[in-house]
């Protein structure tokens, strides 16, 4: 699997979206990018993922560039509970099954 | 329906003992995976089980870490003659087949 690059950590306020990147260089054509986060002491919780067009859910949009060399997680109104470290995955195939190979993730603290 | 549950919460033990770990997967996931999380790091894949096919066991650390699973049911996680850097949170994941990994809350083991 691809590896994937994501800054340690950021900040954001309450209310406003958070843009949260992340670099997958070498990414290959069957391979998926996934986003997990992991809220403080509870296990990883799945977010969404997608091959290369741009999708949405009630919890977050994605936006993966045209050459899918990178992406970018969007959480429109961020709340505390949001407050989470997030990882970026690249795996292959379009079905949960095989591992997750996860990185060390963007800590993300939103603040009052 | 439940989650995925793990059991103990938390295991303290003497370094040399043997641990199991127990996992009861969502009802009718037929794939689980065990990955581990030392402190302040990110998942480990260790093994992963799907249906009736011979496990991925290619993230095990040594021969001191088996698992095994009982159908589509509980899986048990042992390591036998642990050693202090066994010490991590076991987190437990099971899915289907086109929808994310659930995971369970973990069990945090700490070798003395």
């Known amino acids: 699997d691809a590896k994937t690059t994501q800054p340690t950590s950021m900040d954001c306020a309450e209310g406003r979206a958070a843009n949260l990147p992340c670099n997958h260089s070498?990414?290959?054509?069957?391979?998926?990018v996934y986003w997990y986060r992991q809220i403080h002491s509870q296990g990883p919780q799945y977010i969404i993922h997608?091959?290369?067009n741009n999708e949405t859910n009630e919890m977050a949009s994605l936006i993966i560039t045209e050459d899918r060399k990178s992406s970018t997680l969007i959480l429109p109104h961020a709340t505390l509970r949001d407050t989470a470290v997030y990882y970026c995955?690249?795996?292959?195939?379009?079905?949960?099954?095989?591992?997750?190979?996860f990185g060390q993730g963007t800590i993300l603290t939103v603040h009052p | 329906g439940a989650g995925v549950s793990q059991s103990p919460s938390n295991k303290v033990t003497e370094k040399g003992k043997d641990v199991e770990l127990r996992c009861d997967p969502i009802?009718?996931?037929?794939?689980l995976y065990w990955y581990r999380q030392r402190l302040g790091q990110g998942l480990e894949f260790l093994i992963y089980?799907?249906?009736?096919?011979?496990?991925?066991k290619s993230g095990l650390p040594s021969d001191r870490f088996s698992a095994e699973r009982t159908g589509e049911s509980v899986s048990t996680l042992t390591i036998q003659r642990t050693q202090q850097e066994d010490s991590a949170v076991y987190l437990c994941?099971?899915?289907?087949?086109?929808?994310?990994?659930?995971f369970g809350p973990g069990t945090r083991l700490t070798v003395l």
């Open positions: 997608g091959l290369k």
């Open positions: 995955i690249v795996k292959a195939g379009g079905t949960s099954y095989g591992k997750l190979t």
């Open positions: 994941a099971s899915s289907l087949v086109y929808n994310e990994q659930f």
């Open positions: 009802s009718g996931h037929t794939a």
């Open positions: 089980f799907q249906g009736n096919s011979a496990p991925d």
């Open positions: 070498t990414i290959s054509g069957n391979e998926y």
